[in-house]
């Protein structure tokens, strides 16, 4: 009896930790990049923790494998232009996310005897879905700065995102910018 106590506090004590863990990777403060590199953390972490609770990794690539692959799809990233990075980091971050979250409900799961493992590739599916969603206005604007760029025939034209709800404030410099600089509005409710 002490014994699945034990069990059963420790298992408490892993999926709150995986939980705080994936939730860590949703901070809306961060850039794409930080995004990604923390759901690339939460995912390998919640593995780690349902593989401690005696589930069996799906991946069929392995986890140690699966890093490597993260480390070089950021690397990679890292080398495009500043227009299709926030589209790799948000596929990235919604992959990764999403895994993360499967891998906190399969552990629960298994830490609490219940049944709804199933639902849990429901809830990484979901949460994929809705990291993706949620980086549509930064996409979009970075769409819209390469056609900027290219209407205007200015390839060094620089495009400085701000999040909606973000406030601005601008300082007149004391002489003109060394390169064109443009800001785009983008609403995704435009459509």
């Known amino acids: 009896m002490g ?3 034990h069990t059963v506090r420790t298992g408490r004590k892993l999926a709150l930790a995986a939980a705080l863990v994936t939730a860590c990777g949703a901070a809306s403060a961060q850039s794409g ?6 759901a690339a ?3 390998g972490l919640s593995t780690l923790m349902g593989l401690a609770a005696g589930g069996v990794e799906a991946n069929p690539i392995g986890p140690v494998l699966a890093i490597g692959m ?3 799809a950021l690397r990679y990233a ?3 232009p500043d227009t299709e990075r926030p589209a790799v980091y948000a596929a990235a971050t919604a992959m990764w996310g999403g895994a993360a979250a499967n891998n906190v409900c399969v552990t629960a799961a298994l830490l609490t005897g219940g049944s709804f493992a199933p639902a849990c590739l429901a809830l990484g599916a979901v949460w994929a879905m809705k990291t993706w ?3 549509e206005h930064e996409r979009l604007f970075w769409e ?6 290219q209407y205007a025939g200015e390839p060094a034209l620089q495009c400085i995102y701000t999040p909606p709800g973000t406030v601005m404030v601008y300082e007149i410099p004391a002489e ?3 390169q064109p600089v443009a800001r785009l509005e983008i609403d995704p409710e435009d459509d």
Request: proline share 7%.
């Open 70 to 72: 993260k480390a070089v």
């Open 176 to 178: 003109p910018p060394a």
């Open 133 to 135: 969603k949620d980086t």
């Open 41 to 43: 953390i939460a995912d």
């Open 144 to 149: 819209g700065c390469a056609m900027l760029r």
């Open 3 to 5: 014994a699945m106590r």
């Open 33 to 38: 990049e930080e995004k990604a590199r923390n």
């Open 78 to 80: 890292e080398t495009l």
